[in-house]
C-alpha cells in the first residue's frame, strides 16, 4: 500500500515532443505529490508537486495532472530540450511523525536534438 | 548557501568495515532524512529525525545507525558493511511538517567489495 508506480522506466523523445511519465499509488492518505529531477551526479531537487483537491498545476513548462479517483497522476513537459534530459521521480507524501516521501522507481528521459 | 552537504562523495569499503556517513544543512531545517538509491528502486528512507537529539526509523533501517547531536548534522552509519549496502546515499533536510520540498545532497557513492 505504501508503494508508488512509475513508468516508463525511460523515454526518449525528440526536441519539441511532449513526453509524459505516469505514476500510480494505492493508499489513500497520501496527501502530497511532487516531483523530481535528478541530473547525474547530482541529488533530486523538486521540479514541481501538486495537492490531491487539484487536478492540474502548471509551472512553466511542466503540468501535473491528478486523477484522485483513479489514484494516478502524471507529469507532462511542453516543448522539451535537450537540458530537460535528466531522471524524474514521483513521489507521494504521508505525514507520519515526518513528511515520509515514498518515490516512484524513477523515469530516464532523453530530448534528442 | 551551501545548503545540504554530503561528505564523503566516494568510498570503497571491504566486507565487515565500519564508516560514518556525514550530512550537514546550513539552512536551520528542523527535520533530516537518509535514503538510499538504487537502480530501479527510486528512493528509500533509512532514518529520519525531526529534531537535534532524536531519530526515527524509516523503510530499510536493517545495518544502519543513525545520530542527530546538532541540529545541522546528521550521520549515518554503518557498523559492519555488507556488498548489499552498496549503493549511492542521499542526506535531505526540510523545514516543516507538512507539504514542504526536501532539499537533497549530491549524495555519496558507496561500494562494498
Known amino acids: 500500500q505504501q508503494q508508488v508506480k512509475q513508468s516508463p522506466q525511460s523515454l526518449i523523445v525528440q526536441k519539441g515532443g511532449i513526453p509524459i511519465i505516469n505514476c500510480a499509488y494505492e493508499?489513500?492518505?497520501?496527501?502530497?505529490f511532487p516531483w523530481y529531477q535528478q541530473f547525474p551526479g547530482k541529488g533530486p531537487a523538486l521540479l514541481i508537486a501538486?495537492?490531491?483537491?487539484?487536478s492540474e498545476k502548471k509551472e512553466g513548462r511542466f503540468t501535473i495532472s491528478f486523477n484522485k479517483s483513479a489514484k494516478q497522476f502524471s507529469l507532462h513537459i511542453m516543448d522539451s530540450q535537450p537540458g530537460d534530459s535528466a531522471t524524474y521521480f514521483c513521489?507521494?507524501?504521508?505525514?507520519?511523525?515526518?513528511?515520509?516521501?515514498?518515490f516512484g522507481q524513477g523515469t530516464r528521459l532523453t530530448i534528442n536534438p | 548557501n551551501a545548503g545540504v552537504t554530503q561528505t564523503p562523495k566516494f568510498r570503497v569499503l571491504k566486507t565487515g568495515q565500519s564508516m560514518t556517513l556525514l550530512c550537514a544543512q546550513d539552512?536551520?531545517?528542523?527535520?533530516m532524512y537518509w535514503y538510499r538509491q538504487d537502480p530501479g528502486m527510486g528512493l528509500r528512507l533509512i532514518h529520519y529525525?525531526?529534531?537535534?537529539?532524536?531519530?526515527a526509523k524509516g523503510e530499510v533501517p536493517d545495518g544502519y545507525n543513525v545520530s542527530r547531536l546538532k541540529k545541522q548534522n546528521f550521520l549515518l552509519g554503518l557498523e559492519s558493511a555488507a556488498p548489499s549496502q552498496t549503493s549511492v546515499y542521499f542526506c535531505?533536510?526540510?523545514?516543516?511538517?507538512?507539504?514542504?520540498?526536501?532539499?537533497f545532497g549530491d549524495g555519496t557513492r558507496l561500494s562494498i567489495l
Open positions: 539552512m536551520n531545517h528542523e527535520y
Open positions: 529525525s525531526v529534531g537535534e537529539g532524536t531519530t
Open positions: 513521489a507521494a507524501s504521508i505525514i507520519q511523525g515526518a513528511q515520509k516521501l515514498v
Open positions: 535531505a533536510s526540510t523545514k516543516g511538517r507538512y507539504n514542504q520540498p526536501q532539499h
Open positions: 501538486i495537492r490531491p483537491d487539484v
Open positions: 493508499n489513500t492518505a497520501f496527501d502530497y
